[in-house]
């Protein structure tokens, strides 16, 4: 049956090009917990990577689109689409992508559009992408995962909820760093997390949100695709699972039959947190940045309300010649400044001024 | 040297003037300046204004000033050049009455500063920059006057300290003008540790705005002769400008039109800069002090800040600065500053500068300036 | 509300686009069309790399109208290594870092807003240049 659902394009196509990007504070999960707990208690994180005054979803999504080019060497006026996921798009009205386009120079002879669905709006993105490139429609075309995503303050959320993302160009097979074989998508109507309009912060199901949101769509993405490819854990190298936490992404690799090894460089979320429409995809650059040629990786996204996305790729001889050519994952990770709840507080608005 | 002499000065205290407004202020110095003169035989009226729109929403004020002052119907005009306004207005009057067309132009430079403060006082100081192109980057002007010392120091190897003398000279000559807004004389220990406005660029760098207005009367020298005392002659005027924006320059440390417009003053008036008795110049910052009196010939390139170090900018040095406090302690009404220093300069050439008298003034000049020097307007006083 | 002064300037101000002189070939930021050095016709758009290092530098403490909320903020003139001087904000850096001669690279970065609900400027900003991974 899964064999059938499959979703392969009739043209072989890949990741031409990939760029990450966190910003460079940090707030302690420690911090958080000072200011609700007395600092006593358990945290789901060490830390997560917070958005300086100047950034927002279109400032990260130029400079990973902009590393993603750098790596994919292609003229911008040959990608055919420029699409942006996020679940906090500077405006309500207005597209990132637009704006994205024009600073990355690929207007005016594009697709440009705004996606939304809470975590996974990225790989839906992506997935559009492949459906572009793969139909012959375009060469080239951009997907995006970008979040500053928002955390109530005090709920258990304001812990994880983080910036970062990347930017995934997807092109022709034959210039792949990473062929993709396949996706899955596998959805239902789960309101385990949501935000109504003009609300500042999301509201959510507390542990609603796990088993029969994040590990029952995980799953079922996951074994799908897996059963449609024919592949099992053990053909994998790398695996990468949305990251709301540390742990969720951990229990899920173990339900699934994955070792602690093959989703480490991939697991961001101790060090960065959450980030949302970016979290799967920035996991996936962090592997790209120490794979093989000839590794496969297992990719599945998680968006609440609910629905997951699976990917399966190769890595191919290419990766080797571009990698070096933007920052890695790493090197934005570990470029890091640490700051304090009131800091915070100000760089994420949180000030009331009038 | 040309054929115009001022006949009248007048000038308000540069405070905060809680009391009086945009159109009261310029009327206080009109008056004062028509009593000087003897006269109020007006032809036509020239206001020094940077920021009347801005900050009192008050454009059109050549009409608005003189129907105030009693001379409605009168040929009026406001000339804005940013805190370059109040000089680039005494020019057009000069340059009105040298033509003939003219027989006694009233010039007066006027600032409303107090209306707003904070940052909108500061966004609208900011106009007289680049607004395309370091505005919109958050520039102020003390941002700029920083970006030209830190630049300043890393050129030359000098430290915040060494521009301390530019501020204690003008403080020590502000102590002893009734009319200046700081009369506080200023340590020089206490200079290095004042709040910082734009780092390099402190609060005792930096010359406080504030509400002021200055008049100034010039007519033909012949007539002036039948009509006062003692007529100041205005030697040279000329006015330069440059590019708005310090990143257009190729030579950032080198304020060409000053160095142009006090060139083509000195000239008319047959003069060089050692025969300058005093010299009012446009020390909105202290490195514009230092690279002002280097671009007009007091100084080498990069020593300009050695004369305040050495004393030699006192009113008993080689060429005094800030006689009567400079935009430093006098304050720095900016449109009116440029009229101010002129009213400055021809009472010290008229012995009539009090405890700030220059000995023996007989030359003067003034140098007013816009934003980041773009504009530079050099006036050479003269008394036979 | 300045939509179109913003908007008409924004190639510029997302990714450097300046102009090059058809006669001298100097390269001229901001674009002015005509070249500073030789006064000839400069049409010709260049991108500049963004790539510079900085020429002098200014911390605001008192902002103007549109930045009260974002002092203390950094203010350099950046050396492009094409040759221009630039006027922009520093940004991901510390105070205490910065040094005249400092390499930079060119950012992409929210200038100002035009209060809560009018447009958001977006331009160049320099900071530190990040490494590109080496192998």
């Known amino acids: 049956m899964s064999k059938d659902k499959l979703m392969k394009p009739q043209k072989p196509v890949g990741i031409v090009g990939y760029g990450a990007y966190v910003p460079r504070y940090r707030l302690p999960a420690s911090e958080v917990a000072r200011m609700w707990t007395g600092g006593s208690g358990g945290v789901p994180i060490q830390e997560k990577a917070v958005n300086g005054l100047d950034e927002d979803v279109v400032t990260m999504s130029i400079e990973a689109a902009r590393n993603a080019l750098k790596r994919a060497r292609i003229n911008p006026q040959d990608s055919r689409a420029v699409w942006v996921g996020s679940e906090s798009h500077p405006y309500a009205v207005k597209p990132s992508s637009t704006i994205v386009a024009e600073a990355i120079g690929a207007v005016p002879h594009t697709q440009a559009a705004d996606w939304e669905f809470a975590c996974k709006a990225g790989t839906e993105a992506m997935q559009a992408a492949i459906a572009f490139v793969g139909s012959g429609m375009a060469q080239y075309a951009l997907s995006i995962g970008m979040d500053t995503a928002q955390g109530r303050p005090g709920d258990a959320l304001e812990y994880t909820a983080a910036a970062g993302g990347a930017a995934l160009l997807i092109g022709p097979a034959a210039e792949a760093v990473a062929l993709i074989h396949g996706s899955y998508s596998f959805v239902t109507d789960t309101p385990d997390f949501w935000r109504r309009a003009h609300a500042n912060y999301p509201s959510h199901g507390d542990r609603f949100t796990g088993e029969p949101a994040y590990f029952k769509h995980i799953m079922g993405a996951a074994q799908a695709l897996m059963e449609a490819v024919g592949r099992t854990p053990a053909d994998y190298q790398w695996a990468v699972f949305h990251q709301p936490n540390a742990k969720f992404p951990q229990r899920v690799a173990k339900m699934l039959g994955f070792a602690p090894e093959q989703i480490a460089p991939g697991l961001l979320s101790p060090r960065i947190g959450n980030t949302y429409s970016g979290s799967t995809m920035i996991g996936l650059t962090a592997i790209l940045d120490v794979a093989e040629p000839g590794d496969r990786i297992l990719m599945v996204s998680y968006g609440s309300g609910a629905g997951s996305d699976a990917f399966d790729l190769e890595v191919t001889e290419r990766l080797l010649a571009v990698r070096h050519l933007a920052p890695s994952t790493e090197t934005y990770i570990s470029r890091r400044t640490v700051i304090d709840y009131a800091t915070y507080t100000r760089f994420r608005d949180k000030l009331k001024m009038s | ?384 | 509300m300045e939509v179109s002064r913003h908007w008409r300037l924004q190639t510029q101000r997302y990714s450097l686009v300046g102009e090059t002189c058809d006669t001298c070939g100097v390269k001229l930021f901001p674009p002015r069309d005509v070249c500073l050095e030789c006064e000839a016709p400069a049409k010709e758009l260049y991108t500049f790399t963004g790539v510079g290092e900085i020429f002098s530098y200014t911390t605001i403490y008192e902002a103007p109208a549109g930045f009260e909320h974002t002092t203390p903020y950094m203010i350099a003139l950046i050396k492009l290594e094409e040759g221009p001087l630039v006027t922009a904000q520093l940004t991901d850096v510390d105070q205490e870092e910065v040094y005249v001669g400092m390499p930079v690279e060119m950012v992409t970065r929210k200038l100002r807003t035009e209060g809560e609900e009018g447009v958001i400027i977006y331009g160049y900003k320099f900071r530190p240049a990040v490494e590109t991974a080496v192998q």
């Open chain 2, 1 to 384: 040297m040309t054929n115009v002499s001022i006949i009248g000065v007048g000038q308000t205290k540069v405070k905060e003037h809680w009391d009086t407004s945009l159109r009261h202020l310029a009327w206080y110095a009109i008056e004062a300046a028509l009593d000087d003169a003897h006269t109020t035989d007006i032809d036509a009226v020239f206001v020094g204004n940077m920021l009347g729109g801005e900050l009192s929403k008050q454009n059109h004020l050549g009409a608005l000033v003189a129907d105030f002052a009693g001379l409605r119907g009168v040929e009026a005009i406001r000339i804005e050049a940013a805190d370059a306004s109040g000089g680039a207005a005494f020019r057009q009057a000069v340059l009105a009455v040298e033509s003939g067309l003219v027989q006694t132009a009233l010039v007066v430079g006027v600032e409303k500063m107090t209306e707003e403060m904070g940052a909108p006082a500061t966004a609208a100081l900011s106009t007289a920059l680049d607004a395309d192109y370091e505005t919109i980057h958050g520039l102020t002007l003390a941002g700029m006057g920083a970006l030209l010392m830190r630049r300043y120091m890393h050129e030359y190897g000098v430290d915040v300290s060494d521009f301390a003398g530019f501020s204690v000279n003008a403080h020590a000559n502000g102590a002893l003008n009734p009319l200046a807004m700081y009369r506080n004389r200023l340590k020089p220990e206490r200079f290095a540790a004042a709040p910082q406005v734009a780092e390099p660029v402190s609060l005792f760098d930096m010359a406080p705005g504030g509400d002021g207005a200055a008049a100034v009367i010039v007519t033909r020298h012949e007539r002036a002769l039948d009509m006062v005392p003692q007529p100041v002659r205005v030697a040279g005027s000329a006015l330069a400008t440059d590019t708005l924006a310090l990143h257009d320059r190729k030579d950032v440390l080198w304020l060409a039109a000053a160095e142009r417009s006090a060139k083509q003053a000195m000239i008319q008036a047959g003069i060089s800069p050692e025969d300058v008795d005093l010299f009012e110049l446009h020390d909105s910052f202290t490195v514009m002090a230092a690279l002002s009196l280097e671009a007009c010939g007091f100084a080498a390139r990069g020593e300009g800040w050695r004369l305040a170090r050495d004393g030699e900018i006192g009113r008993n040095g080689r060429i005094p600065v800030s006689t009567f406090g400079g935009l430093k302690a006098r304050g720095n009404p900016a449109g009116a500053t440029g009229v101010y220093q002129i009213v400055e300069v021809a009472l010290q050439l008229r012995g009539q500068a009090g405890d700030c008298q220059v000995p023996d003034a007989r030359i003067g000049m003034a140098q007013n300036l816009g934003g980041s020097g773009a504009t530079a307007v050099t006036h050479i006083l003269r008394v036979d």
